[in-house]
């Protein structure tokens, strides 16, 4: 039962509040209650769990051919807010009622413990949470949570003895909170302090020796677009967020596979193609022209690129070549304006599209 999973009701919570009429399938639109974020939050952490938890899906590959079988639920139609006490079908007031095609959570304040922002506070119990209840709108019978924890202890970085695997979901966490908070802003300057907090926060606790892939491409924006206007920044900060959302699962299997030495040479291709294609993507936006003054944004770039990138495999890093194309790059006597970065630059991502190291 959900309320196994939360806290221990006692009926005498119920009957405080028997002024109000228990439902059991009643959704509402979510305003006024919170609902739209609340919603919203249930969106991003499904996506993230079909992103995040691949191989733990294949363990339940009996009862779901494939997890983007859940992804269609992921959406304000199939997902509605109640601020009526839920009640399942053993009578017992619930979280969420979850049935083939529709999810139904609970935002009342009779019960705050079932309240979703309260769910959400402990992301592992949220985590659970969310995939029982998509489970159950595909129609699948997960009672007792038998498929929803099975799929996420297959990979789950808390489980995992090592105490470097804990910064990936609390990383993730940051990054989330940041676009909620953002998303509920009242001006421009209100989202862009929401961001610098976020930043702030990745940087003290991203210490691994990783950790320059994930915070990488953030300080390069914080470089090139400090002239800016706030709107242009905020633009991109909003952007580099959800860039975050598909980096840090990725080096967070490249911590684990280097933990396990096993490094996974198709990952990290991927992950150093996503950066670059964002760098030159940046350089190319602000019309970025390498100076003595900034020639250090490259090369502090490049630099710490192929730090992080040579922890992870040295191998793949002398097998691509990308070690001496990097250096290239950032070498002030080889690039002297903006074309000669653009070029050098679109040359080592065609290195990694071309690469016949994994």
């Known amino acids: 039962m959900k309320v196994l999973l939360i806290l221990a009701l006692s009926f ?123 489970l159950r709108a595909q129609g699948i019978n997960d009672d007792n949570y038998v498929y929803s924890t099975k799929v996420l202890v297959k990979h789950d970085i808390l489980n995992v003895g090592d105490f470097k695997m804990k910064w990936a979901k609390q990383s993730f966490d940051i990054v989330e909170n940041t676009q909620l908070r953002s998303f509920n802003s009242r001006s421009i300057q209100e989202e862009l302090t929401y961001f610098k907090q976020g930043n702030l926060s990745l940087d003290r606790y991203n210490t691994i020796d990783l950790a320059p892939l994930i915070t990488l491409n953030l300080r390069l924006s914080k470089e090139l677009y400090e002239q800016t206007s706030d709107l242009n920044r905020l633009k991109n900060l909003r952007a580099d967020y959800k860039l975050l959302r598909d980096i840090i699962p990725m080096v967070d299997q490249l911590s684990f596979a280097q933990i396990e030495n096993k ?37 502090n770039y490049t630099n710490d690129l192929l730090s992080a990138i040579s922890f992870a495999s040295e191998d793949w890093m002398i097998c691509t070549g990308i070690e001496q194309s990097l250096s290239a790059l950032s070498n002030s006597s080889l690039v002297f304006d903006s074309n000669d970065l653009k070029i050098m630059t679109s040359a080592t991502i065609t290195l990694l599209n071309d690469s016949k190291c994994y």
Not at 273 to 283: A, Y
Not at 284 to 294: G, I, L, S, V, W
């Open 12 to 134: 005498l919570t119920l009957f405080t509040h028997a002024g109000e009429r228990p439902v059991l399938r009643e959704g509402g639109s979510g305003v006024g209650n919170g609902g739209d974020t609340v919603r919203l939050r249930f969106i991003n952490t499904g996506n993230g769990i079909l992103e995040y938890y691949k191989e733990g899906f294949k363990s339940i590959s009996d009862v779901l051919v494939s997890p983007l079988f859940l992804k269609v639920h992921l959406n304000i139609k199939t997902i509605s807010t109640s601020k009526e006490i839920l009640i399942d079908n053993l009578g017992n007031p619930v979280s969420a009622i979850g049935e083939p095609g529709k999810i139904t959570l609970y935002v009342g304040e009779a019960i705050p413990e079932l309240h979703w922002n309260s769910i959400f506070k402990n992301s592992r119990l949220a985590n659970i949470m969310v995939l029982h209840e998509l």
């Open 263 to 299: 490094p996974n040479y198709a990952l990290l291709n991927r992950l150093a193609l996503i950066l670059l294609r964002d760098f030159f993507f940046k350089i190319r936006m602000t019309n970025f022209e390498p100076t003595k003054e900034n020639s250090y944004i490259i090369s």
